[in-house]
T-cell receptor
Framework: GENVEQHPSTLSVQEGDSAVIKCTYS??????FPWYKQELGKRPQLIIDIRSNVGEKKDQRIAVTLNKTAKHFSLHITETQPEDSAVYFCAAPFAGNMLTFGGGTRLMVKP | DAGITQSPRYKITETGRQVTLMCHQTWSHSYMFWYRQDLGHGLRLIYY???????DKGEVPDGYVVSRSKTENFPLTLESATRSQTSVYFCASSAGARADTQYFGPGTRLTVL
């Protein structure tokens, strides 16, 4: 199956700074890479995803980059705000429609 | 997100009791999933279903049973609850036959005493 590693496990930044979270995966056939945000006590919610036919995707202050050769993908958040504080999970697929999730990154944005 | 619901939202039970967690979605999604979330382990897949009457094991299926007689419902049963099954359980659904967005329910916090 797929193995997904996510780093760092915790990240503290000052408001307005950028944050980068990186994930590596093992299955070279993987072709879909979502990122989920989970606020305290809430459900995980998709914030951005990328398919393997593109190298980068942006949505306002968030972007995801994919390096298929190195088998890693990263979440970039610019101009961080306190409401960005949450746990972020990356995921990669296995066996068709299943997702393996990374261990999560707790992002803290200090005002 | 209101299209996928879970009940109960909180449950306290005792070791050895049978517990059923309910999941209902209104989107007619083919795929449904059960995850457990524990500190230090992220989200781990327990069981999934590709369609009504089709289910299969995930990463951590031991001690759990699922069924899917209707597309919209995917109950998860703990046949004899153990303390190690204390966790937050999330149900999710997905429309596509290929890897696609999974939409999560609000979760059930289960405590086994």
């Amino acid at each position: 199956g797929e193995n997904v590693e996510q780093h760092p496990s915790t990240l503290s930044v000052q408001e307005g700074d950028s944050a980068v979270i990186k994930c590596t995966y093992s299955d070279s056939a993987s072709n879909y890479f979502p990122w989920y945000k989970q606020e305290l006590g809430k459900r995980p919610q998709l914030i951005i995803d990328i398919r393997s036919n593109v190298g980068e995707k942006k949505d306002q202050r968030i972007a995801v980059t994919l390096n298929k050769t190195a088998k890693h993908f990263s979440l970039h958040i610019t101009e961080t705000q306190p409401e960005d504080s949450a746990v972020y999970f990356c995921a990669a697929p296995f066996a068709g429609n299943m997702l393996t999730f990374g261990g999560g990154t707790r992002l803290m944005v200090k005002p | 997100d209101a299209g996928i619901t879970q009940s109960p939202r909180y449950k306290i039970t005792e070791t050895g009791r049978q517990v059923t967690l309910m999941c209902h979605q209104t989107w007619s999604h083919s795929y449904m999933f059960w995850y457990r979330q524990d500190l230090g382990h992220g989200l781990r897949l327990i069981y999934y279903s590709a369609a009504a009457d089709i289910t299969d094991k995930g990463e951590v299926p031991d001690g759990y049973v699922v069924s899917r007689s209707k597309t919209e419902n995917f109950p998860l049963t703990l046949e004899s609850a153990t303390r190690s099954q204390t966790s937050v359980y999330f149900c999710a659904s997905s429309a596509g036959a290929r890897a696609d967005t999974q939409y999560f329910g609000p979760g059930t916090r289960l405590t086994v005493l």
